[in-house]
Structure formats: structure tokens, C-alpha cells
């Protein structure tokens, strides 16, 4: 079986056992919905399709955007040989083949594009077989993924192509595609059916920017609404029988969609995307961004665990000390969703996030610890100082071990005035409260303790009857 496969004659494009999706697929960029920023007039993608010098391209967007389709278009217009295959299916041993094919119709004058669905799932030496074919100028390569290519296609093939970002069709472009798809009696339904636009706005909002998904919809609806002739015309003194259109009702439609489709991979970049907007919208405060955020995800059927996790980790991250009690509710919640399941898990992910939204917001945590890091990173890890030392042997005693430490609970106030950084890092701050809920409390204190410690006694003095070159043996840490 050959792995390539010639375009479509549009001759021969009404072959009605074809799904609709394919039948109606644009033939010239003039047919082409969509894309405006690129294929517009004067826009970049279209002035190299123009011009012949697209080179090799990356397309990159949802399923149902118009991939495949630019890819075709660009080979009939530039009079290329399409080869076509799928990144699911190919191996090593067919893309060497395809490529010795390429090189030898270059050498009789003849172009090849090779067109690759889903590129992305190409392991690194699948990819790098490409190159020098690329490089040679004995392909132009177009890809399409759904995936971001700086994460899923191998620097030195991006390097080698201009990747183009495809974007959802609106309802708007959605409704016109299937509008055009109910008259087109070559190609489409062939005015058999009607639908109001209301239902057509229903089909384009519940597939969600995918114009192949919309098709599907609506041959399955135009399918479910057949029904016998419902009129009879005399024609001439002849009887002719005429099928009344059908129409493509709302409850139709319901039977048709079964279930939203929801564009969702648990591993792929909207995956990330929807997480970072729940993350982002409870650290504005937004609690219905948040829930819409949330239920997208849910309902998508992501691993609620996972979203537990990530929530927990917006308590600690966005709210810390402002708000204690933020963590034992995530924590709750978290494991509410492990003891109870799904759906009725959701509702405890739903409590914590408007939690978080209505808390008092703090970073100061976060910014602390990310301080800390840096300087573990950056400075000379400096030997602990040895008043902070334990001394449980006579010779760490004699060494130095524990000399000038001042126990806390023996000095007025419970505060000493002892440096407890390394000397490179003395007095540096890094954990500062905000006026944010309960850490305007912890600053206040924290600002007495700054009081007490310069009133307490200077490093190496002996707090009273406490020793300065020993620890007490009250103290816990020193046992």
C-alpha cells in the first residue's frame, strides 16, 4: 500500500460515500474560511503561496482549523507532487523511501511536498530524517500538530521551517461554512435540509472552533432528520413527487452532539493552558473565572487529583500565611475528591477554589523561599556558625562547639540578639509580610521580636545565670 496518496480531483469531490467534512474542503484560498491573519490579502502566508516561496512550513492549531486543507491548497497552487501521510503510522523505512522518491522526481524537475499530520508525535530520529532532504531543497516539508512545536519538534528541523499558528474558527466563520454546506448541491447537502441559524449557532459554539467537527454534526443531524416525501406536485398533467426540505431542529441537533466536545489533551499544552488560567484567575481574585476555568478542565475529564495538587499549591503559593487555613481546606478538599470520587468531588474542588479567590493574597512566602534559593545557588555555602552548633562531646566543646550561644527562653523578652546566618549572609532579609489578613499580624510581630532583639543582650554576653561558653542543658535541640 502506497504511503502517499495524489489530491483529490475536484471533479470527482461530490463522491457522496466521502464524510461531508471532506467533500467541503476549500479548493483555492478564495474558498478558504478562517485564518485571516494569514491568508488575507497581503498577509504573509498567502503572499509566499503567491509568490511560490513558502519553503517548508509548520502549522500549528486546534484540530478542524484548516491544517490539511492550506497544505492542499499551497500544493495546487504551486503545481507540486503531494505526498501525504500520517505521523501515526510512518516509520524509519518509509520516510527514507519517500525521501529517495523526492530526490529522484527533484532531478527530473518535479517538486514534492510532504505533507505530515501530526508531526509531533515523530520521535527525535524520525525527525532528523528529514534534514538533510530540507536542507537539499528535495522536499518542502509541511507539518501540522496540534502540540507547540518548541516542545515537540526538534530545534534543528524548527530552525528549518516558519511555523504559522492557526487559530479557532469562530461561531461566525462556523455557521458560514455550514450555511455554505446546506446549499452546495455539488458537494455539500444539496438544500435536502434546513436549519435555523439559532441551531446552526448551536452546532458552532458546541464544537468549539472545529470546523471537521461541526461537518460531522451536521451530516449526522441531516442523517437523523430523514423523513418520507411530504408533498406531491402535478407538474404538466404528470404527477412528480418532491421531498420537502427537512429540517434540522434543536432537539435534532441535541440527539446528534450526544455530548460537547471539549478540545482537551491531559498531556497536551491545553492541558497547561486551562491549569494556568484557574491558577491565574484565583490569584486575581475571580471566582467565576475561576469555577469556568475549573469546569472546563473537569468536565474535559482531567484527573481531578491532579487539579487538587495544583490548588494546594495555589494555597502556598498566592495566599501562604495571609491565610493559614487556605492550606487545611485544599488539604480537605483534596482528600474529600480521594474519599468521595467523581462528580461529586467537583463540588469540593469548586469550595476551595472560591476560597482561595475570596483570600487574602501573599506572595511573601514564595518570594522568601525563591530568595533563599537563589542565594544557596550564588554564595559560598558557608559553614554553620558554631554558637549554633550542638556540642556532645568534650573535644566539639574544646573546638568551639556551642560557644556564645544564648538560649532564648533565659533572656528577657525570649528573644536574643544573636546572629543566627552564615557571616556572608548577616542580616539578610528575606521573608517580608505583607498587611494582607493574618500577616499584617505575623509583621507586627515580627517587628516587636526586631524590638526585643536589640534590647536583649549583645552576642557573647552571658544571659543571666547562663554560661555563655556552653548551652543550657534545658534546651531540646542540645539533647
Known amino acids: 500500500m502506497s504511503l502517499f496518496q495524489p489530491i483529490p480531483n475536484p471533479a470527482h469531490s461530490a463522491d457522496s460515500t466521502r ?79 519517500v525521501m529517495a522518491d523526492a530526490e529522484r522526481a527533484r532531478q527530473y524537475g518535479t517538486r514534492t511536498i510532504v ?20 536542507e537539499k531543497g528535495n522536499i518542502r516539508l509541511i507539518g501540522a500538530t496540534t502540540e507547540n512545536p518548541s516542545f515537540e519538534i526538534n530545534s534543528a528541523l524548527l530552525s528549518r521551517t516558519r511555523v504559522y499558528v492557526l487559530q479557532p474558527l469562530t461561531e461566525d466563520q462556523i455557521v458560514a461554512l455550514l450555511r455554505r454546506a446546506l446549499s452546495d448541491r455539488e458537494r455539500g447537502l444539496g438544500e435536502l435540509n434546513v436549519a435555523s441559524d439559532d441551531v446552526l449557532k448551536k452546532i458552532a459554539s458546541y464544537t468549539s472552533g472545529d470546523a471537521r467537527s461541526a461537518y460531522n454534526v451536521l451530516e449526522v443531524a441531516a442523517g437523523l432528520a430523514k423523513s418520507p416525501p411530504s408533498r406531491i406536485e402535478r407538474e404538466n398533467g404528470g404527477a ?20 460537547r466536545i471539549l478540545l482537551y489533551d491531559k498531556t497536551g499544552e491545553e492541558h497547561y493552558n486551562l491549569i494556568s488560567a484557574v491558577h491565574k484567575s484565583v490569584r486575581n481574585s475571580d471566582p467565576d473565572a475561576a469555577l469556568y476555568w475549573l469546569g472546563r478542565m473537569l468536565e474535559a475529564g482531567e484527573d481531578p487529583l491532579y487539579i487538587a495538587r495544583r490548588v494546594v499549591r495555589m494555597s502556598v503559593e498566592d495566599i ?79 573546638l568551639g562547639y556551642g560557644k556564645g550561644y544564648q538560649y532564648a527562653h533565659d533572656v528577657e523578652g525570649k528573644v536574643a540578639n544573636m546572629e543566627c546566618l552564615p557571616e556572608n549572609l548577616r542580616g539578610r532579609v528575606y521573608y517580608q509580610p505583607t498587611n494582607e489578613g493574618i500577616e499584617k499580624r505575623i509583621r507586627e510581630r515580627l517587628e516587636e521580636i526586631k524590638r526585643k ?17 556552653e548551652p543550657r542543658s534545658t534546651d531540646p535541640s542540645a539533647k
Open 240 to 259: 412528480t413527487t418532491r421531498e420537502q426540505p427537512r429540517e434540522i431542529t434543536d432537539d435534532i441537533v441535541q440527539t446528534a452532539l450526544q455530548k
Open 320 to 398: 501562604g500565611l495571609a491565610d493559614p487555613n487556605a492550606l487545611s481546606l485544599c488539604m480537605a478538599a483534596r482528600d474529600a475528591v480521594d474519599f468521595i470520587g467523581m462528580p461529586e468531588g467537583n463540588l469540593a474542588l469548586a469550595e476551595a477554589v472560591v476560597y482561595l479567590c475570596a483570600a487574602p493574597k501573599s506572595n511573601a512566602l514564595y518570594t522568601a523561599y525563591g530568595n533563599v534559593q537563589q542565594d544557596v545557588e550564588q554564595t559560598a555555602a558557608d559553614p554553620v556558625p558554631l554558637h549554633l552548633r550542638n556540642a556532645p562531646t568534650s573535644l566539639m566543646k574544646n
Open 453 to 469: 532583639r536589640l534590647q536583649s543582650s549583645p552576642p557573647g554576653a552571658s544571659p543571666a545565670g547562663s554560661p555563655a561558653a
Open 115 to 134: 505533507f505530515i499530520d501530526e508531526i509531533h508525535r515523530f520521535n527525535k530520529a524520525q525527525q532528523d530524517a528529514f534534514l538533510p532532504h530540507v
Open 19 to 97: 464524510p461531508l467534512a471532506d467533500r467541503m474542503r476549500p479548493r483555492t484560498l478564495d474558498e478558504f474560511v478562517g485564518q485571516e491573519h494569514l491568508t488575507g490579502p497581503g498577509k504573509p502566508l498567502r503572499v509566499q503561496i503567491e509568490r511560490d516561496d513558502t519553503g517548508s512550513l509548520i502549522f500549528w492549531g486546534p484540530p478542524g482549523t484548516g491544517k490539511t486543507t492550506l497544505a492542499k491548497i499551497i500544493a495546487n497552487m504551486t503545481k507540486a507532487e503531494f505526498i501525504e501521510f500520517s505521523a501515526v503510522l510512518a516509520g524509519i523505512k518509509e520516510i527514507k523511501q
